[in-house]
């Protein structure tokens, strides 16, 4: 199966430290390079990891707030000077058409955008992937997201030779399932070829803990997800919307995910990782904290 590669740009909540910007995530595969979220300076994290911003094929944009946009106007700019010539594919949560027309028209970008207002429902579906969107609980209109590469039926080629097929249509016709005649034997699809699972992997940014963000998450093989507070700081995780890093464990356990990721980190901790991290492993043992261009492929 083809990989696909996570590279984080951004994994600071509202506030940037000296080790981590603000939140960006770009997400690899095949010919697709979507970007989930652009904080401020995201353009330049694209120069320091080394990746050209030219690549971005669609842009997901999980709210409004600052640190989760005010990098749009630079990239566009960046695209722009680039002499990109593609239309820029953008979704967000409602209100979103609006808030970027505004960013675009005030910085007076010369880029082709295409804004998308979707909620709970598959937004982008192609023949083998597709990704779906689900609301999340914040102080503003937000969406989270999943990235979801279809089954693949494949055809086995130790068991082809053992029926000395011919390379021809019928193979096409095998693996798109279908029983086939050969030399006056039935060959059924299923003695010659698997089913190759795909993948799924969820991001959350800002939200409160909801049944939505298990829904979204079941079974994802990988789910990265906001820590903005630890347990201690449950009061103030409540008044912002955020998760705490007790609530991202339980939503990764109920959703019986495979990995959990925590992103978003705040500055209060930056110098004590180890708290947020050992509380989610209270509940959710295959957990780690982002870094800014930490790297991984699936």
Do not use: W
Request: aromatic residues 8%; contains cysteine; proline residues 2%.
């Amino acid at each position: 199966m083809e990989k696909t590669k996570i590279t984080f740009l951004g994994t600071s909540d509202s506030i940037p430290t000296k080790k981590r910007n603000h939140s960006a995530i770009l997400l690899s595969y095949k010919n697709e390079n979507i970007l989930i979220d652009c904080g401020e300076g995201t353009q330049r994290q694209f120069k320091i990891a080394n990746i050209s911003p030219t690549k971005i094929t669609r842009i997901l944009i999980t709210h409004k707030h600052g640190d989760h946009t005010f990098g749009l106007p630079g990239l566009f700019q960046t695209l722009a000077m680039l002499n990109y010539s593609k239309t820029v594919q953008l979704y967000g949560p409602r209100g979103i058409k609006h808030y970027i027309s505004f960013l675009k028209e005030i910085t007076n970008i010369p880029i082709s955008l295409a804004i998308h207002e979707i909620e709970n429902k598959i937004i982008i579906n192609e023949s083998d992937f597709y990704v779906e969107t689900k609301s999340m609980d914040h102080t503003s209109p937000s969406n989270a997201y999943s990235f979801i590469i279809k089954d693949k039926r494949r055809l086995d080629r130790n068991k082809l030779k053992k029926f000395k097929l011919p390379n021809s249509s019928i193979l096409k016709n095998l693996q798109q399932g279908e029983d086939i005649t050969y030399n006056n034997k039935q060959i059924k699809a299923a003695q010659v070829s698997y089913t190759e699972k795909g993948r799924k992997i969820t991001f959350i940014l800002d939200t409160k803990f909801n049944q939505n963000a298990i829904n979204l998450s079941k079974d994802a093989d990988l789910l990265i997800i906001e820590s903005a507070f630890s347990i201690k700081d449950k009061d103030q995780a409540e008044k912002f919307k955020h998760l705490t890093a007790t609530d991202a464990a339980i939503i990764a356990k109920k959703a019986k995910v495979k990995r959990l990721i925590l992103t978003h980190i705040s500055q209060r901790y930056e110098h004590n990782l180890s708290i947020i991290e050992k509380e989610a492993k209270k509940i959710f043992k295959n957990v780690s904290i982002a870094k800014d261009f930490d790297s991984l492929i699936l």
